[in-house]
């Protein structure tokens, strides 16, 4: 599943979300937020004006605008917590991001003469991924090496599809499943003609349909009256009067918009995106949806012994889910992990991640199912189910891609994404690039076809994952 395409319509200024906890030890003071404000290792910045806040994208090569909002728009998406008259908190849901105040004439850093030309975009995108890529040393990257290789292939006069090949190729070889650049829509039919006449079959293609076919019929197999929220994006229910059962694709589609079922699959997740995109902060509207549902399911299955969280099939999306998710697991606050994002050549502080008690809480143990499909904000659940006492790790290793993704503009107008953050367990082990072992192994393929071929065919024969915890759980 193609997240980096999926959820780039609606963001724009955002790294895709975590929940950060911050201390609070200063009182609030009312400030005029009028003026230049960097954040703290983003390579982001803000200027502030009495009816507009402008975007930034900086970076030491050039900067470049990112977008205007109104004001009034901004301030209702985020919420600026003042630490002193020159140190604010941007908060976004479970998100802080921390700004300073500047004295930089952020636009007299842009290069509006050279905004098109290839060399100058090569420059730009290779230097935001100096100063801002987190992960070359786990990745075995000599990035300067990669500058070697393919900064001759680029000049003044190098094509718009032939740059876009080239920097494909470049971010490719740092094999990090949170970088992209993608495709600018007057590219994608000479795009697509190109790759017509190389085809070939990829080698990690799904034959159609088959992903689907193995999700329904482990509902078909184990669950007895299996409900469903959002035309099936999420099903559970309960296997056996003692286990109970949550099957989730993404981290994404949680929220819980008064749509009418009875609408085709097409229209009704078109209105859903609407409903998204016009919200007021749409990260606030799925952790919201996800309470909903998780106390909706946890008032059916409490007197159940053991609950599945099924993520063998799921690539991520919205740390808000998976936090929410597992808040309704724990009784105590609980840290679960810090997070910190690279700044110069070193880190900002680490922050800490916590999970709070839901009001409704599953009193029993927790099984958490993976694959090497399990990435991203799903990982983030697999980490946090880590601190939660009577849980088990079900499955075979998770991808390894945590950090959130930065998204960034070249002065061109295409856009891309990078990692530029580290998560950490309690114990200070980065699972970035080798991923989260399971406690119990079920040596899952990892490549994507030869996994749901190989799980299709255990589904059949009962499906080794459940039938272990139903064993557990007699």
Known sequence: MNLNKLILSFIAL??????IVTKKNTTKQKINLNGNWEYLGFGKAISVEDSIVKGYHISSVGNVRTSDNSRSSYFKYYTADTISNDTILLKDGVKTFKLFRSNKDFDKNINTELANDPKYNFEVLWNTFNEQYVYFKERNIDWNSIYQKYEP??????RPLEL????????????DGHISIDLPDELEEDYENQLTSNSTEMEEEIPEGLDKQVKNLIIEKHLKNAKSYNQG?????MINEDVAYIQTSN??????????????????????????????????DVAKGTRFIMDSIVKTIRNAKACIVDLRFNGGGFDDVSIEILNHFVNNETSICTKKVRLDDGFTEKQTMKLVP???VFKGKLYILTSHQTASAAE??????KEIPNSKIIGSTTEGVFSDILHKKLPNGWTYGLSNMVYESLDGISYEEIGIKPDYELNYPEKSKDFYKY???DVKNGDDAIELIITENK
């Open 358 to 360: 839901s009001e409704q």
């Open 233 to 237: 994006e999420l099903k559970w229910g």
């Open 455 to 457: 799980l299709y065919e």
């Open 380 to 385: 983030l659940l697999v980490l946090g189910s």
């Open 14 to 19: 955002l790294a895709i979300s975590c929940q």
């Open 164 to 175: 876009y090949l080239i920097f494909e190729k470049m971010l490719e070889e740092v094999n």
């Open 251 to 284: 981290m994404i589609s949680w929220a819980n918009y008064p749509i009418a079922d009875s609408l085709s699959k097409k229209q009704f997740w078109k209105e859903w995106w609407s409903n998204l995109n016009q919200a007021d902060n749409h990260h606030r």
């Open 153 to 158: 292939q680029v000049n003044s006069k190098t």
